[in-house]
């Protein structure tokens, strides 16, 4: 018996389903560090109506801060089930972190966009190592019956950081200047990167697996080719595209294809980048189906809510940053209630609910106008953030615990993968949708009255999502062999 199976053993044979101390303090530093790299990613939300003024970009443009870093996400983390794999837990934390630090450094003295956009380029790419590194880790150290409690409680740093974003980021724009939203950042991710670096273990053993490297570039033009395809939609309709719209969707799913009969043939000899065996399990198909569309949703309304605040009803970046901090201080309150609630009761009595919530939420906002008040919009985002803690959780924990354990690499990849994809789908398909509707509406398209129309039209698509979501949600069910030990091989278990 290997050492990793050892501890696993212990973790799952004490009828009180305890944690040992080691493995708890590795989990507490990936969650101060994701705690960082996420409140990072929605910072910009707030920011992108200030830059267009101060570095001169339309909407189109400078929604590519926040794009670009989720599209990274997106090339990046199909690796990571092959980096965790292949390179120690400790050494591949200090990877992350420090490609995170350093983007962070160089965003703070970028002179220009362009730079700005490499640095939130070079943060994602510590950023999409952080993720799945942290739900693999909890996949493999935490018992199955406990699992849905310990998501419960991740739920309270993951949810409060986005939420916590655009509050700090509003306060810092008003009285420091928008460099100052990532020199406040630095001193945090330099600290989390020294103590990791000194207090993390190695939680599973490495293999000499190697990479394919054709896998890598047909990742980039697949993913990458589909979001700009969508991007390059608003920047024509605005005249400022050069590119035919065409043309990037065409890339894109030529090598999508080819992506993923490289894949289906590679994982026979187990040397697949995106081992899409996972894809066996109805249950996690299923819950990545529903996490495509939420997170969609969640990072395009994000995006759009701020635009709307600041643009129509004319709040300042601290007041359109409170919009966000109420739902996420809920999401976190709700996670360990949630949690509990899974590992009693499974997740249709969630996830139901949830999606249906969320729904009420997105419809909330169709009905947006130039007199909306800032209570509307904090009540249509709660109900939002409240159905999205009663649905990602049971999702994403019956997902992957729904998986072979030899899998969980990569069904965190893929779960990451495939949300940041959506995320950065969403974040372009709602600003194109709004510059559409914008520019054909019979006014200005800046003015106050063409952004409500690109506005209600964007939540009339995410309201007809929405459906998607609930439909999808209906089929949720926990995995049947959620009590047996996570192991790659069966362990006795005490009585």
Not at 371 to 382: D, G, Q
Not at 395 to 413: E, F, Q
């Amino acid at each position: 018996m290997t050492e990793s199976t050892r501890l696993e053993t212990d973790g799952v044979a004490d009828a009180g389903d305890r944690i040992e101390r080691r493995h708890l303090q590795v989990i507490g530093v990936l969650l101060v560090a994701s705690f960082v790299v996420i409140l990072n990613e929605t910072v910009m939300s707030i920011a992108i109506p200030v830059l267009q003024v101060e570095l001169g970009v339309p909407p189109s443009v400078g929604q590519w801060l926040t794009t670009a870093f989720m599209l990274t996400m997106a090339v990046i983390i199909p690796l990571t089930g092959y980096l965790i794999q292949r390179i120690p837990t400790r050494t591949l934390f200090t990877l992350a972190m420090s490609l995170f630090t350093a983007g962070t450094l160089i965003a703070f003295a970028a002179p220009g966009f362009g730079v700005l956009l490499i640095a939130r380029i070079v943060q994602a790419s510590g950023t999409a190592i952080m993720l799945p590194l942290l739900m693999t880790t909890i996949m493999t150290l935490v018992p199955p019956a406990r699992r849905g409690a310990m998501m419960g409680n991740i739920s309270i740093v993951i949810a409060v950081a986005p939420a916590l974003g655009p509050t700090v980021s509003g306060f810092i724009l008003d009285h420091f200047g928008w460099r100052w939203i990532f020199g406040f950042v630095a001193p945090f991710a330099l600290v989390t990167l020294v103590v990791g670096a000194r207090f993390l273990v190695s939680v599973s053993e490495t293999t000499t697996a190697r990479i394919d490297l054709l896998s890598v570039p047909l990742a980039v033009l697949g993913f990458g080719g589909l979001v700009y395809g969508l991007v390059s939609i608003g920047e024509s309709a605005q005249g400022s595209s050069t590119t035919p719209v065409w043309l990037p969707f065409l890339i894109g799913a030529a090598a999508m294809f080819g992506f993923i009969a490289r894949q289906t043939r590679l994982q026979r000899e187990d040397r697949a980048l995106l081992d899409l065996r996972v894809f066996g399990s109805r249950q996690f198909t299923i819950a990545v189906v529903a996490m495509l569309v939420g997170m969609g949703t969640m990072m395009g309304t994000f995006i759009i809510v701020p635009y709307f605040a600041q643009s129509v009803i004319h709040l300042d970046p601290f007041e359109t940053g409170l919009i966000t901090l109420p739902g996420g201080l809920l999401m976190g309150l709700a996670g360990p209630i949630v949690g509990r609630i899974y590992d009693k009761r499974g997740p249709v009595v969630l996830v139901i609910p949830g999606s249906i919530l969320v729904s009420v939420g997105v419809w909330m906002l169709t009905a947006v106008s130039t007199s909306t008040s800032l209570w509307w919009l904090l009540l249509s985002n709660m109900a939002l953030c409240l159905g999205l803690a009663a649905t990602f959780t049971p999702l994403m924990t019956s997902g992957l615990g729904s998986v072979a354990p030899h899998l969980y690499a990569h069904g965190s990849a893929v779960v990451g993968t495939f949300q940041q994809v959506a995320g950065a789908a969403g974040t372009a398909l709602f600003v194109t949708v709004m510059t559409v509707v914008s520019s054909r509406s019979g006014d200005a398209a800046d003015s106050p009255d063409a952004i409500v129309e690109g506005v209600r039209a964007v939540f009339l698509v995410a309201g007809i999502l929405s459906f998607v979501l609930i439909a999808a949600c209906l089929f949720v069910r926990k995995p049947a062999d959620a009590a047996e030990p996570a192991g790659d091989a069966p362990v006795d278990v005490p009585a």
